[in-house]
C-alpha cells in the first residue's frame, strides 16, 4: 500500500491543563492568513542533525494544575487523506455536552515525544523484519527537536534505551533483535507511559507495534484501560494480524484488534490493522505524519470544579464549503485537577 500524500489536516486529541502564556496570546494576534479554499500542502519535514537530550529526567504529573485544556485533533476525508487548512470557525468543541469557547487555535506543527513499543514475542517471527523497516520509515518523517525512547517486550518489558533525538541508536537497537517467548504487550504499554514522564516536549505519543496477542501481562485491560484514560499521550497502534481466513491466529492474536483499537481510541490515536507486511513501511509513515499535522484547540473549561472526575469532550466540525464530509479524531476526554 502507498500511502496517500494529505489533502488537508488536523490536529489530534491530547486533553492536558495548561497556562495561557504570551505566547498562546501571540498565536491569537497574529491569526495565519485565511485560505477560502482549502489545498494540499504537506511537506516532509527535513532531517537535521540535533544534539542528544540530556539525561537529566523532569518530573511528569497526568493532572496538571492549570487553566487551559488542550486538544489535538485528526481531520481525514472519506479517502482517510489529512485535511488541512482549516480555521477555528470550522471546529466547535463541548465538555460534558456543554459547548466550551474555543480560545486558542492552531495549526502548526510542534516537537514530539514519541514512545515506541516493540514486541518481540515469539509470535513476531518473520514479522520483525518489516517491523524494523517500519521503524525507520516513522524516524523520516521526525523533526529535530522530536524526541524518542525504546520499549521492547516479549514475556516482560525493558525500556532498551532512554529519550534520545538520535534515531539512529533506536535502529541500531533493533536491528538484532530476535523473536522469544510469552507476550506482555498491556505490561509493555504501562511501562512505556510510565517512561513518558520523563518527556522533554509537551506533545507525546506512543507508537506500538505488535500482533496485538497478549498472554504474559501482570495488568489487565481494566487496568490499562484507566492508567491510559489518566495520561496526557495519544497512542498509536499497528496491529499485525494473520489474515481472518488463516490457520495460525491464536486465541490472543484474535482478541488483538479490539484490545488495541479500543487503548488507541480513547486517547484520540489510531489503530492501523495490517494483514499484508509489505503495508507496515507506509502505515508507520502516514502516522509519522499525521503526528505533525494535527489541530491544536484550547479552552478554558466552563466547569470550574476541582473534583478530580472524569469529562468528556467531544469535537464537531462545522462542515466546509466544497469538501466532502470530514471525519475528526480527538481525545475522549481528561480528568479534572483535585485541588
Known amino acids: 500500500m502507498v500511502a496517500r500524500r ?10 492536558c ?9 501571540a498565536a491569537d494576534n497574529n491569526p495565519k ?6 489545498q494540499v500542502s504537506i511537506q516532509p519535514h527535513p532531517r537535521r542533525p540535533a544534539p542528544a537530550v540530556a539525561d537529566s529526567p523532569r518530573p511528569g504529573n497526568i493532572r496538571v ?3 487551559v485544556v488542550q486538544i489535538p485533533v485528526t481531520v481525514t476525508d472519506p479517502l482517510n487523506r489529512f485535511v488541512t487548512g482549516l480555521e477555528r470557525e470550522h ?8 459547548e466550551q469557547a474555543v480560545a486558542y487555535f492552531s495549526s502548526e506543527d510542534a516537537p514530539i515525544s514519541i514512545g515506541l513499543v516493540f514486541d518481540t514475542s515469539g509470535s513476531m517471527g518473520t514479522k520483525l523484519q518489516k517491523s524494523r523497516q517500519a521503524v525507520a520509515q516513522l524516524m523520516r518523517t521526525a523533526n529535530p527537536e522530536d524526541e524518542f525512547f525504546l520499549v521492547q517486550f516479549d514475556e516482560r518489558p525493558v525500556l532498551t534505551l532512554g529519550f534520545t533525538r538520535a534515531t539512529e541508536e533506536i535502529q541500531n537497537r533493533l536491528t538484532f533483535v530476535r523473536s522469544k517467548g510469552r507476550t506482555a504487550l498491556l505490561d509493555g504499554i504501562y511501562l512505556a507511559i510510565d517512561s513518558m514522564k520523563k518527556a522533554h516536549n509537551p506533545r507525546k505519543a506512543l507508537v506500538v507495534i505488535s500482533d496485538g496477542g497478549d498472554n504474559s501481562s501482570r495488568y489487565t485491560p481494566a487496568e490499562i484501560r484507566n492508567v491510559v484514560r489518566e495520561a496526557d499521550v495519544q497512542i498509536y497502534a499497528i496491529g499485525i494480524f494473520e489474515p481472518i481466513s488463516g490457520r495460525g491466529r491464536s486465541t490472543e492474536e484474535l482478541a488483538g484488534p479490539g484490545l488495541l483499537s479500543e487503548v488507541a481510541e480513547q486517547t484520540g490515536g489510531r489503530h492501523f490493522p495490517v494483514e499484508n507486511l509489505n503495508e507496515l513501511p507506509d502505515i508507520a509513515a502516514k502516522i ?3 503526528l505533525h499535522n494535527q489541530y491544536l484547540l484550547g479552552y478554558a473549561p466552563t466547569n470550574r470544579e476541582r473534583d478530580g472526575k472524569y469529562r468528556h469532550v467531544q469535537v464537531k466540525l ?5 469538501l466532502p464530509l470530514l471525519r475528526a479524531f480527538w481525545r475522549l476526554g481528561y480528568y479534572a485537577p483535585t485541588q
Not at 33 to 38: L, Q, V
Request: hydrophobic residues 35%; charged residues 25%.
Open 33 to 38: 492568513p485565511r485560505t477560502s479554499d482549502p
Open 6 to 15: 494529505p489533502l488537508k489536516y488536523a490536529r489530534l486529541a491530547c486533553a
Open 91 to 98: 471546529f466547535r468543541i463541548f465538555e460534558d455536552k456543554v
Open 17 to 25: 491543563w495548561l497556562s495561557v502564556t504570551a505566547t498562546c496570546l
Open 318 to 322: 462545522i462542515q466546509p464549503k466544497g
Open 288 to 290: 509519522g505524519i499525521e
Open 65 to 67: 494544575e492549570t487553566s
